[in-house]
């Protein structure tokens, strides 16, 4: 099955830095990348997502780069704000009529005030 | 809110027993898929049903079971329950199985289950 390795498992940051977590996966034919955030006790929310034919994709302060060749895409959280402190998962779907979700370890981020 | 609604929000009790777990997805959507989140073992998919046929299955044990009604909302039964059962699980939905390959899933409030 599908490997995700996730790093680094905790992150600690000031406030207004930028924060950086990657996956790496296994598979080479995974073709979706979804990145989700958990807060203490609650549902993991998609916050974003990229597809294989796309190599970066951005909403506001929420970056996510792919680099298929390498087999590894990366969350990039710029000017970071209290309400960001959370656990951060990424995940990879296979694809080809496989559609589940394997989930990397997950990072716990705090953003220092 | 995503939409996704499981019932119960607590679940606590004794080993050897056998415990249902309940969701709805979001309207409009026919794919339900379960995941396990445990301290150790993370976040790990158990099975995925889609429009009331099972599609996919995960690290899921015999002692567990589900289904996916008509109005497809599904269940999730657990039984011969172990310590080591103890756990958050959570179901999320999609729309379908996605023509360019996975659709987003949204995920459920959970049910925190703790087997004593």
């Known amino acids: 099955g599908e490997n995700v390795e996730q790093h680094p498992s905790t992150l600690s940051v000031q406030e207004g830095d930028s924060a950086v977590i990657k996956c790496t996966y296994s598979?080479?034919?995974?073709?979706?990348f979804p990145w989700y955030k958990q807060e203490l006790g609650k549902r993991p929310q998609l916050i974003i997502d990229?597809?294989?034919?796309?190599g970066e994709k951005k909403d506001q302060r929420i970056a996510v780069t792919l680099n298929k060749t390498a087999k590894h895409f990366s969350l990039h959280i710029t000017e970071t704000q209290p309400e960001d402190s959370a656990v951060y998962f990424c995940?990879?779907?296979?694809?080809?009529?496989?559609?589940?979700?394997?989930f990397g370890a997950g990072t716990t981020v705090t953003v220092r005030a | 809110d995503s939409g996704v609604t499981q019932t119960p929000k607590h679940l606590i009790t004794a080993t050897g027993q056998r415990v249902t777990l309940r969701c709805s997805p979001r309207?409009?959507?026919?794919?339900v898929y379960w995941y396990q989140q445990s301290l150790d073992q993370g976040l790990q998919f158990l099975i995925q049903?889609?429009?009331?046929?099972?599609?996919a299955k995960g690290n899921i044990l015999e002692r567990f079971s589900a289904q996916q009604f008509p109005d497809l909302h599904s269940e999730l039964n657990l039984s011969s329950l172990e310590l080591g059962d103890s756990a958050l699980y959570f179901c999320?939905?999609?729309?379908?199985?996605?023509?360019?390959?996975?659709?987003?899933?949204?995920f459920g409030p959970g049910t925190r289950l703790t087997v004593l």
């Open positions: 999320a939905s999609s729309d379908g199985l996605g023509i360019a390959g996975a659709n987003e899933q949204f």
């Open positions: 995940a990879v779907s296979p694809g080809s009529n496989d559609y589940k979700l394997s």
């Open positions: 598979d080479s034919a995974s073709n979706y």
């Open positions: 309207s409009g959507d026919l794919s």
């Open positions: 990229i597809r294989s034919n796309v």
């Open positions: 049903y889609y429009n009331g046929e099972e599609r």
